[in-house]
């Protein structure tokens, strides 16, 4: 039997694709490498506490369509009221009142910086935007490139970074991953199916999973960029040279998060009580404590000391981020550790990174893989949830993709 239309990933991408192609009354199947759905929103249980392994914060919730999925399956959100004692550290120490108000002026003037450069019409990198500035600007650069976009200053267009949709952002108590999850009820999901090729045929194509080939006349698939570009499925013919360009300005970061999990010791703070390392190995790092009232601590880092990280394993890097909150609580705080885990992404072979970024001067290769959809193959995802929209890196992008992808192939199949 041919169906209508095969959909690649059960992301926020791939489900959303999948309830859109259902509603136009296309038949349609979704075919999820992993044992669950929910791809990079992902809420991990495995500590006893839950805790958002990838997305966390529904981001410009004032737009977000999360928000109105989250009341029709009755799942709380609340207002994220930012980190209210979120006090850092650099070279061991605290960092002084005066120095925390240099600070504060480094990111307005790095703002500013941005935004004089933002109207010149030139790309260029984040950490570019910051040369000119004081020490604590391009401290800011650093940070905000590693623990917001998941990687390098220099490596981040500019343009890409200034056109992201802003907004207030909304947690969930239960995990934005478990809603991502509670939405996908009543879709047509095969999980453990891992597609390693995409043959386009005379009516149609051949999705070939180590489970056997679905045939489909039209196929939307929203793996990853780093999938993609590792070359994880074989496509015939080979990829349009339009995604290739396209691909060829877009890079994987590598945000990472590791959780503590403790035995109810909570070493004089409070929740809210987060921390900043500026001056973690190769890159900053922020603990975010007791999250939701839990005996929990994420430590979150990005860039090149993300991927260390994801290098070493979860046991050593459950130990570094151990090792750091201890200096920074300033006593161990091994002896109560229960447990920890590394989300790691940027090895993980079903995601190969955190999220996408454009380069500097590739700001518009979003739109372009917007743009590819030859003959029935459609592409979709955080990655191009850029362009004309600018919910890009999102869960809420990786929809709003998927949406699209399935209006085009619904269009092209008639
Ligand atoms: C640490 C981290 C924190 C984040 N924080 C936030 C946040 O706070 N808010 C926010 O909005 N966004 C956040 N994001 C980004 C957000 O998670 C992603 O933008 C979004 O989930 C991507 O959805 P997607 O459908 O495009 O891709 P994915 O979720 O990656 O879905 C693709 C699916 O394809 C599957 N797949 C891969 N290869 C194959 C194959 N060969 N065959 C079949 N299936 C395959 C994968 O298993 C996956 O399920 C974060 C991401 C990370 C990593």
Known sequence: MIIDIAIIGAGAAGLSAARTA???????????????????????????????????????????????????????TQPWRGWTHHVPWLNGQWLSSDDQERRLTGYSELWD?????????????????????SPWAQATASAMSRLGLGDEPSRLSLYDYIHQWEGPDHIVPDGYGHLVAASSHGLPIELGSIV?????????FDVETERGTVQARAVIVTVSIGVLKAGHIAFEPGLPNALLRALDGLEMGA???????????RFGLKPGDDQIVLDAPGGAMTFEVWPF???????????????????????EAVDMAASLFSSVVGQDCRPHLRGGRLAGWWTD?????????????????REALMDVGIDGLYFAGEAD????????????????????????AARFLG
């Open 293 to 315: 009232n839990r005996d929990l601590v994420l430590a979150v880092t990005g860039g090149d000391a993300g991927r260390a990280l994801c290098h070493v394993g979860e046991a």
């Open 349 to 365: 072979p079903f995601s190969e990174g955190g999220y996408a970024y454009a380069r500097p001067g590739a700001y518009d290769a």
């Open 196 to 204: 390693r090729r995409i043959t386009a045929r005379a009516k149609g």
């Open 22 to 76: 259902h509603a136009l009354g296309k038949t349609c199947v979704v075919l999820e490498a992993r044992q669950r759905v929910g791809g990079r929103a992902f809420t991990d249980r495995s500590l006893g506490q839950p805790f958002d392994a990838g997305a966390a914060y529904i981001h410009f919730s004032n737009r977000n369509p999360w928000m109105r999925e989250a009341r029709r399956l009755g799942i709380a």
């Open 385 to 408: 949830a850029g362009g004309r929209l600018g919910a890009t890196m999102t869960v809420a992008g990786a929809s709003m993709a998927g949406w699209n992808a399935a209006k085009r």
């Open 255 to 265: 945000l990472t998060k590791v959780a503590l999990s403790f035995d109810g010791e």
């Open 113 to 133: 910086q941005i935004e004089t450069l933002g109207e010149a019409f030139t790309d260029r990198s984040i950490a570019d935007a910051a040369k000119h500035g």
